[in-house]
């Protein structure tokens, strides 16, 4: 007897990159008691809830988005403000392409609230409505997506968003879901992994590998605004040796299609 695959839950995440000589991206690190990817350094991200579908976003949000697209960046903004206090929002009264986002201020008001955000206490919604603000999707740069393999008892729908951070906001874990928040050039992070200074998940260590192609915000837009996505969903197989492998397209643009299993698991 088989049994059908879990169903995976739609997700997504965000890379905030700024300019800091280098480039660099934040990651903060998940907290050892939560059971997906604990004590690893992932980005700011989780799973889309009931309010990200609310048909009330249509008049706070700026960016013309629909369906899948609109739900999941709503997410990524709303995780990003739960689990790093950025906020990527305007003034509803500034809005629009091009126009500025929030700076410390605001975010500093409404950092007491970000737990009681992710315990779904207090609406995002309303407090978005109530701020006089509007979410900037439009910042959000399409990066990736990811599916978890059938395989897997626990799978994910993963959008994967750039966005560049504003520059007078300030990013802080919060001590909760994640344990430290850490700017760090992607190649470093690499690095670390390599040395086993740091557990990075493979859909993670991959993003930051296609990341690394870029040495500036700007470069970013240039290599990834616009740039079509290809969905991944690795596939089990074996290599020429015989070894367990996942295997995922080279048209996703990774510059790697085969990822030994025992590495992808650690």
């Given amino acids: 007897?088989?049994?059908?695959?879990?169903p995976p839950k739609l997700s997504a995440s965000v890379l905030l990159v700024r300019d800091m000589g280098a480039l660099e991206v934040l990651m903060v690190a998940r907290h050892y008691q939560i059971d997906f990817a604990s004590g690893a350094l992932v980005f700011p991200g989780g799973k889309?809830?009931?309010?990200?579908?609310?048909?009330?976003?249509?008049?706070?949000?700026?960016?013309?988005?629909?369906?899948?697209?609109?739900?999941?960046?709503?997410?990524?903004?709303?995780?990003?403000?739960?689990?790093?206090?950025?906020?990527?929002?305007?003034?509803?009264?500034?809005?629009?392409a091009g126009a500025r986002l929030v700076g410390l201020e605001i975010t500093e008001k409404?950092?007491?609230?970000?737990?009681?955000?992710?315990r779904q206490e207090e609406s995002f919604l309303g407090l978005i409505r109530e701020s006089g603000l509007v979410l900037a999707l439009d910042t959000l740069i399409h990066f990736g997506?990811?599916?978890?393999?059938?395989?897997?008892?626990?799978?994910?729908?993963?959008?994967?968003?750039?966005?560049?951070?504003?520059?007078e906001q300030?990013?802080?874990?919060?001590?909760?879901?994640?344990?430290?928040?850490?700017?760090?050039?992607?190649l470093e992070a690499l690095e670390m992994a390599e040395r086993d200074e740091a557990t990075i998940?493979?859909?993670?260590?991959m993003n930051l590998?296609?990341?690394?192609?870029?040495?500036?915000?700007?470069?970013?837009?240039e290599l990834f605004a616009g740039e079509g996505i290809v969905t991944?969903?690795?596939?089990?197989?074996?290599?020429?040796?015989?070894?367990?492998?996942?295997?995922?397209?080279e048209e996703a643009g990774y510059g790697q299609t085969v990822e030994l299993l025992d590495q992808a698991m650690r």
């Avoid at 997506?145 to 520059?167: E, G, N, Q, S």
């Avoid at 998940?201 to 260590?205: H, V």
């Avoid at 590998?209 to 837009?221: D, M, Y």
Wanted: proline fraction near 8%; aromatic fraction near 8%; glycine fraction near 8%.
């Fill in 48 to 96: 889309a809830n009931d309010e990200d579908t609310e048909a009330g976003w249509s008049d706070l949000v700026d960016g013309a988005f629909d369906g899948t697209q609109r739900t999941a960046r709503i997410s990524a903004v709303r995780e990003a403000f739960e689990e790093s206090g950025i906020l990527l929002a305007r003034s509803a009264g500034e809005r629009g």
């Fill in 110 to 118: 409404l950092a007491p609230l970000r737990g009681a955000v992710d």
């Fill in 209 to 221: 590998k296609k990341l690394g192609a870029a040495s500036s915000v700007a470069q970013v837009h």
């Fill in 1 to 6: 007897m088989t049994t059908s695959p879990t």
């Fill in 170 to 186: 300030i990013a802080s874990h919060d001590g909760r879901e994640t344990t430290d928040a850490r700017w760090l050039n992607p």
């Fill in 232 to 249: 991944v969903e690795p596939r089990l197989g074996k290599n020429d040796e015989g070894q367990p492998c996942l295997f995922i397209p």
């Fill in 145 to 167: 997506h990811w599916i978890t393999p059938a395989m897997m008892p626990k799978r994910f729908d993963t959008h994967f968003y750039l966005a560049p951070t504003p520059a």
């Fill in 201 to 205: 998940i493979f859909p993670t260590r």
